[in-house]
């Protein structure tokens, strides 16, 4: 009888958990899942383990977590698994060549994007931002260069015409597990390096990690402009503006039609429907926002608290 593969998984956020439910299959053994040390978390900054390392306890699974594989030691403890294959999801760690070489089959990343473009750390977000009518999942055989392997599959999915960060997250999270579990399927019969194809140097774009200061609003940019950046950092690091005096975290926007005759960042109009202000090029409606210490709420609920602001549409 032929042994099962045996599998190393490496993920440390909710976006790799489907992925190692995908490698629970009856030719398949998950020798161990390496994540990231615990983090501070919470008002009381109390350590907390990341949710692949909760899912893995809860399956029973023997869970790795160093700092990082520049050790021998570290090297040493995965190479006495025997990894056949090492899945990579949302890891955190960028492994060197002699990691990649420990596995016989090497090592495999589900990125979510449709490589070359939005190679990096922030693929989602950058596609919501960038306006992509499509995004999707890949599965590449790992190499040193940072998400340069060829790739062995791919699913493409359409953006929705208000898809958010949040949303396409959810969905590409799930499209990656369901190319996973088929991937593994025939590798754990075949018992070989699957085909893959090389990456084309044309369309090539990064996507550099989100930065809390990307989320400050510009009235100055396009409507357009402004209602995808609040899209796509929905729910992290989440939008803000100033308005009518006040700092907001912006939730939910619309680019409306029109040109607005007025200099951008002016109050327009305010009532059930949301609250309008010009930007650059137009005007951008604001329906969901969020006071400081305050809930997320339409609106038509800050309204009430702000009956100043409220004024007809021109």
């Not at 992925?19 to 299959?25: D, G, I, N, R, Y």
């Not at 050790?71 to 955190?92: K, W």
């Not at 754990?188 to 699957?194: D, E, G, L």
């Not at 009430?304 to 007809?312: F, G, M, T």
Request: charged share 25%; aromatic share 4%; proline share 7%.
């Amino acid at each position: 009888m032929t042994p099962p593969l045996r599998v190393v998984f490496a993920g440390t956020p909710e976006f790799a958990v489907p992925c190692l439910s995908a490698c629970v299959q009856p030719d398949i053994e998950v020798v161990a899942v390496y994540t990231q040390p615990d983090r501070p978390a919470g008002r009381g900054r109390k350590l907390t383990p990341g949710p692949v390392k909760q899912a893995a306890l809860e399956r029973g699974y023997r869970v790795e977590q160093p700092e990082n594989f520049r050790s021998a030691e570290a090297r040493r403890i995965l190479a006495e698994l025997t990894p056949d294959l090492m899945v990579v999801v949302a890891y955190g760690l960028i492994l060197s060549q002699k990691v990649l070489d420990i596995p016989r089959l090497g090592c495999w990343n589900v990125h979510a994007s449709l490589l070359p473009r939005w190679r990096g750390a922030a693929p989602i977000q950058r596609a919501v931002l960038a306006g992509d009518t499509y995004s999707g999942i890949c599965l590449m055989q790992m190499e040193k260069g940072l998400d340069t392997g060829p790739v062995i599959a791919r699913s493409a999915t359409p953006l929705a015409t208000e898809e958010t960060g949040g949303s396409l997250h959810d969905r590409l999270s799930v499209l990656g597990a369901d190319l996973l579990r088929q991937q593994l399927s025939a590798v754990a019969q075949t018992r070989r390096k699957p085909a893959s194809e090389a990456q084309s140097d044309d369309g090539v774009e990064y996507a550099r990690k989100l930065d809390k200061a990307e989320a400050a609003i510009d009235w100055n940019r396009s409507a357009l402009a402004i209602e995808r950046q609040v899209r796509a950092f929905d729910p992290w690091p989440v939008a803000e503006a100033d308005v009518a005096g006040e700092r907001l975290r912006i939730w939910s926007a619309l680019a409306l039609p029109g040109l607005a005759d007025a200099a951008p960042g002016t109050l327009l109009a305010a009532g059930r429907e949301g609250i309008d202000i010009a930007t650059a090029d137009g005007i951008v409606r604001l329906r969901e926002i969020q006071r400081a210490g305050g809930r997320r709420m339409a609106a038509r609920d800050y309204l009430n608290a702000r009956p100043d602001l409220k004024r007809p549409a021109a």
